[in-house]
Structures are given as structure tokens and as C-alpha cells.
């Protein structure tokens, strides 16, 4: 699985950005696809994740009432809605896949995509 993040950006605080990580592969609709994030000089860290169908959704407690993540597995994509945007949410954000992960857990997941720059402005 090859994944390809995009819809990055510079953005004031309080704007919104959507994210979008397109995979190339069948099997797509297998995965758990999770969101990090990963702010110079700091650890990634979760942002949110959700289930093969959609039906279980995860969120950082700093994503929680803001992010909301989504899957479309007709059209092998994954999104990230990210509103009410602030400084403190400025990271470079990655997707990621994989089988049985734990959600939280960026060690559990197999295949990750290169990055999407997310930098918001006070």
C-alpha cells in the first residue's frame, strides 16, 4: 500500500484545512487508517483514527469537538477535517495504514505516507 497525503497549508487560527490521504492498492478497505502529526523538535504524536468501515472512530483528546476523520473506500481515501485551527496545531501530519492496530500506536502501523504541512498563524 502506497500512501500520498495532501490539502496542507498556512492558515490563520481559526480556519479549517481538509486532509487528504489517497492509497493505491485493492486491499485498502482492510485497513485501519490513523492520522499523526509531528511539530519540530517533538515526538508524532495520534491524532485521530478510524476502522476498515468506518464504524469506529478515535480522536486525541486535542483532536476531540475540532478533527473529524472519514474514509471513503470507494474512492481508496482517507480525510481529515480539521476546523477551529490553532498555533499549537501546526505539524507536519502523516497517514498511516495497517492491520489490527492499536490506534494510538504509530509502531502498530505498516505503511505510512510522506507528510502533509500544516502551519496556522495567530
Known amino acids: 500500500v502506497q500512501l500520498q497525503a495532501s490539502g496542507g497549508g498556512l492558515v490563520q487560527a481559526g480556519g479549517s484545512l481538509r486532509l487528504s490521504c489517497a492509497a493505491s492498492g485493492r486491499t485498502f478497505s482492510s485497513y485501519t487508517m490513523g492520522w499523526f502529526r509531528q511539530a519540530p523538535g517533538k515526538e508524532r504524536e495520534f491524532v485521530a483514527a478510524i476502522t476498515w468501515g468506518g464504524g469506529t472512530k478515535y480522536y486525541a483528546d486535542s483532536a476531540k469537538g475540532r478533527f473529524t476523520i472519514s474514509r471513503d473506500n470507494a474512492k481508496n481515501t482517507t480525510y481529515l477535517q480539521m476546523n477551529s485551527l490553532k498555533p499549537e496545531d501546526s505539524a507536519v501530519y502523516y497517514c498511516?495504514?495497517?492491520?489490527?492496530?492499536?490506534?494510538?500506536?504509530?509502531?502498530?502501523?505498516?505503511?505510512w505516507g510522506q507528510g502533509t504541512l500544516v502551519t496556522v498563524s495567530s
Open positions: 498511516a495504514a495497517g492491520y489490527r492496530v492499536f490506534p494510538g500506536a504509530a509502531n502498530s502501523y505498516s505503511y
